[in-house]
């Protein structure tokens, strides 16, 4: 079992930025990649960016160039870091990582940003 706990949403004018984390906790020698996805309301949830144990990552193309994904094994935490933020990235944004053959996402973190 894998819990992760996703934090660092909040309110935010266009342009500014937020740092999110989402600290992993639980059986953690198995986590693969980390991935961020986000929804927002009456849209489907989609893949924002991953990162790999190696440290490979891929990004949305709506995201490139402005959001960094990131990860600290020693503290088993995941971090995106998203500058330049538009009113369309306002969604509740979760964090997911397989174990085994297994999924496992946290409860999210809303991001809101206003024009």
């Known amino acids: 079992q894998v819990q992760l706990m996703e934090s660092g949403g909040g309110l935010v004018q266009a342009g500014g930025s937020l740092r999110l984390s989402c600290a992993a906790s639980?059986?953690?020698?198995?986590?693969?990649?980390m991935n961020w996805y986000r929804q927002a309301p009456g849209k489907q949830r989609e893949l924002v960016a991953t990162?790999?144990?190696?440290?490979?990552?891929i990004y949305a193309n709506s995201v490139k160039g402005r959001f960094t994904i990131s990860r600290d094994n020693a503290k088993n935490t995941a971090y995106l870091q998203m500058n330049s933020l538009k009113p369309e990235d306002t969604a509740r944004y979760y964090c997911?990582?397989?174990?085994?053959?297994?999924?496992?996402w946290g409860q999210g973190t809303q991001v809101t940003v206003s024009s």
């Open positions: 997911k990582t397989t174990a085994g053959w297994d999924d496992y």
């Open positions: 990162i790999t144990s190696g440290g490979f990552t």
């Open positions: 639980g059986s953690i020698a198995s986590i693969s990649a």
